[in-house]
Every structure is written in C-alpha cells, then in structure tokens.
C-alpha cells in the first residue's frame, strides 16, 4: 500500500507539473487580465539586473517551477517502482516527499489558488501516510 501512495503522490505533483508548463508556454492563463501589467512587466526589469525583463523573468520561474515537480515525479515514479526497498528502507527517501509535497503545500496555501492546493493536499496526504507506514 506505501509504494501505491507514494507513486499517486508523485503522479499528482508530475501532473501538476507538466499542467502548469503546459500552461505556461501553450496559453494565456498566466497572462493578467489587465494588459497594462503585461506591457508594464514586458518594459521593466528587476533591480537586480537589466538583462531580463519582469516578465520574462515570471515566464521563467513559472517554467522551472514546473520543471521542478516534473523532475521530483520523474524520481520518485521510477524509484518507487523498481526500487522501493529504497525508499522504505532509508529515511531520508521515505521522509523527503512528505518534506517537499508540504513545503509545496505551504506556498500554495499563502500564494496560490484552490485547485493546486487542492492537488497538493492529496500528494502531501499520500506522502505523509506512506512515509509514516512504512517508518512504524
């Protein structure tokens, strides 16, 4: 039952994941409703450099954020199938996906909307109960 829980917890975040790439490159759902912000975005930079644009920096974190819960499902996945006296067997594999899913959680609870939270909260739950099975 741990390795199922723990593979549907990878599977959400990898789904979440490539959802927001998907959405970050192939439609406007990231885009502001007022254009001004885009225009805005498009002609200033951060303060921290002006090799960049704000919105091309939005564009990027938005992509490698998605890239980040891609390659934590892309390790997980296959870790938890082919090796999962691994995972069972090492705290630290058994214990980091709950750690992640959580801190993920946190973030999506103070910036984001419901239907990522929504997502998060089931791999977070899934992660926790594997995690907490598989270390009693």
């Known amino acids: ?6 593979i549907i917890g990878a599977s959400l975040f990898g789904f979440l994941g490539l959802l927001h790439l998907i959405y970050t ?4 759902k990231f ?15 951060p303060r ?7 919105w091309q920096a939005w564009v990027g974190f938005n992509a490698s954020h998605s890239l980040g819960a891609l390659f934590f499902a892309a390790f997980y996945i296959p870790l938890c199938i082919n090796h999962f006296d691994v995972v ?3 705290l630290w594999f058994s214990i980091l996906p709950s750690v992640v899913s959580v801190s993920y959680l946190l973030l999506a609870k103070k910036y984001w ?3 990522p939270f929504t997502g998060i909260l089931v791999s977070s739950a899934c992660f926790v109960i594997a995690a907490w099975s ?3």
């Not at 921290?48 to 704000?54: D, G, L, N, R």
């Open 88 to 90: 069972a067997g090492t």
């Open 113 to 115: 909307f419901k239907v």
């Open 48 to 54: 921290i450099t002006k090799q960049t644009s704000v």
């Open 31 to 45: 885009d502001p409703y007022n254009l001004a912000v885009k225009e805005a975005m498009l002609n200033t930079s």
């Open 25 to 28: 490159f192939f439609s406007k």
């Open 1 to 6: 039952m741990e390795k199922i829980l723990f």
């Open 134 to 136: 598989v270390n009693t």
